[in-house]
T-cell receptor, first 116, second 114 residues
Framework: DSGVTQTPKHLITATGQRVTLRCSPR?????VYWYQQSLDQGLQFLIQ???????AKGNILERFSAQQFPDLHSELNLSSLELGDSALYFC???????????????FGEGSRLTVL | AQSVTQLGSHVSVSEGALVLLRCNYS??????LFWYVQYPNHGLQLLLK??????LVKGINGFEAEFKKSETSFHLTKPSAHMSDAAEYFC????????????FGTGTRLTIIP
């Protein structure tokens, strides 16, 4: 158990819909990362938050957004869903010192999104 | 920008045989390097990491990796494969001192033959 909690574990929805994925980082970790894992794209970094602020952005679509709340949990919002958004979405957290990565990422078990 | 290349998307070895999973990196600065393992329907778990200390790094479950700057490599090895090692393995790189994410390779699926 990594200590990172993601909900829901599975989600099935239709094209055009909107979903929210939730992540609770390990106790004490200020940084949260979101990754998308799909068969054709592999593990793609989406976005990182540090202590409530966006820190780095990767291959995140404009239809997707995220935020980190004062209690440090994070949500990833996916809207106008397309078939190609079907993937496993991972959240990870890390210990950072003065905003810099000092160690490894701890991953949650993922949220599997299926868009029909 | 940093990147990693994993040679071989699928590797099969017999139980008890040597496991060798290859990873080469590209980075403008001396990197931090990681190997993660993903079991079916689970998240990624750290096997080991290199953060500029000893070049031979030992990890969990009998795995180790050697950082070779001259070859820009960080190959993962295990002397004797076990059935429980069947999983997908990812090499990842980050730039020390930066606040950026890990960049992952495309993964290598390891199959153990009884």
């Amino acid at each position: 158990d990594s200590g990172v909690t993601q909900t829901p574990k599975h989600l099935i929805t239709a094209t055009g819909q909107r979903v929210t994925l939730r992540c609770s980082p390990r106790s004490g970790d200020l940084s949260v990362y979101w990754y998308q894992q799909s068969l054709d794209q592999g593990l793609q970094f989406l976005i990182q938050y540090y202590n409530g602020e966006e820190r780095a952005k990767g291959n995140i679509l404009e239809r997707f957004s995220a935020q980190q709340f004062p209690d440090l949990h994070s949500e990833l919002n996916l809207s106008s869903l397309e078939l190609g958004d079907s993937a496993l979405y991972f959240c990870a957290s890390s210990v950072q010192h003065r905003g810099m990565l000092v160690g490894e990422l701890f991953f949650g078990e993922g949220s599997r999104l299926t868009v029909l | 920008a940093q990147s990693v290349t994993q040679l071989g998307s699928h590797v099969s070895v017999s139980e008890g045989a040597l496991v060798l999973l290859r990873c080469n990196y590209s980075s403008s600065v001396p990197p931090y390097l990681f190997w993660y393992v993903q079991y079916p329907n689970h998240g990624l778990q750290l096997l080991l990491k290199y953060t500029s200390a000893a070049t031979l790094v030992k990890g969990i479950n009998g795995f180790e990796a050697e950082f070779k700057k001259s070859e820009t490599s960080f190959h993962l090895t295990k002397p004797s494969a076990h059935m429980s090692d069947a999983a997908e393995y990812f090499c990842a790189v980050s730039e020390p001192g930066g606040n950026e994410k890990l960049t992952f390779g495309t993964g290598t699926r390891l199959t153990i033959i009884p």
